[in-house]
Antibody, heavy 119, light 110 residues
Framework: QVQVVESGGGVVQPGRSLTLSCKTS????????MHWVRQAPGRGLEWVAT????????QFVESVRGRFTISRDNSENTLYLQMNRLRVEDTALYYC????????????WGQGTLVTVSS | IVMTQTPLSSPVTLGQPASISCRSS???????????LSWFHQRPGQPPRLLIY???KRFSGVPERFSGSGAETDFTLKISRVEAEDVGVYYC?????????FGQGTKVEI
């Protein structure tokens, strides 16, 4: 059974940094692309970033490019999102999501970890 | 690519059909000739779950009452007979080009 569990959220001041983690199990992590998707309180879904199975390819939404870094540790089946220079508008529930291989979609979502950026 | 859903809110009747439209600002046909349009359902307090991918393919475990159709820039999610568990917000998403983008969401309520 696929499991993805996010952690690392919290309250942080604007301009500061935070790193999210996503521990996975139940599938071959080292062969699977992964994504981060966020949802601001009461709002819709926004795709944030993706990383290929081997970490060689990464893509970001424009609003976080240059501030956020996505990485993975295939030996630990863990995905990361390092968020720097945080803004109030980054406040959201951040979901770690498994890629549905060769189908270009998102098939397994975690429960999310809440990031609140506030002074 | 901007995704636009209509309606944004849809009151439905149990046992009756329901339909949601999703339009993209440009064609979603990928260079590989696939069209990467998906539908998700999110119940209150829950993460989204995948319903449909590649326009019309039902994901594992998704009831047959859910179906997807469309091409190029116009897509539709249909529920043949709405059940109580179908309430929530439905999102379309394109993955033909980066960044992947979602529609605004359509709230379905009984």
């Amino acid at each position: 059974q696929v499991q993805v569990v996010e952690s690392g959220g919290g309250v942080v001041q604007p301009g500061r940094s935070l790193t999210l983690s996503c521990k996975t199990s139940g599938f071959t992590f080292s062969e699977t692309g992964m994504h981060w998707v966020r949802q601001a309180p009461g709002r819709g879904l926004e795709w944030v970033a993706t990383i290929s199975f081997n970490g060689n390819d990464r893509q970001f939404v424009e609003s976080v490019r240059g501030r956020f870094t996505i990485s993975r540790d295939n030996s630990e089946n863990t995905l990361y999102l390092q968020m720097n220079r945080l803004r109030v508008e980054d406040t959201a529930l951040y979901y770690c999501v498994k890629d549905f291989t060769r189908s270009w979609t998102l098939d397994s979502w975690g429960q999310g970890t809440l990031v609140t950026v506030s002074s | 690519i901007v995704m636009t859903q209509t309606p944004l809110s849809s009151p439905v009747t149990l046992g009756q059909p329901a339909s949601i439209s999703c339009r993209s600002s440009e064609s979603l046909v990928h260079s590989e000739r696939n069209t990467y349009l998906s539908w998700f359902h999110q119940r209150p307090g829950q993460p989204p779950r995948l319903l449909i991918y590649k326009i019309s393919k039902r994901f594992s475990g998704v009831p047959e009452r859910f179906s997807g159709s469309g091409a190029e820039t116009d897509f539709t999610l249909k529920i043949s007979r709405v059940e109580a568990e179908d309430v929530g917000v439905y999102y379309c998403m394109q993955a033909t080009g980066f960044p992947w983008t979602f529609g605004q969401g359509t709230k379905v309520e009984i």
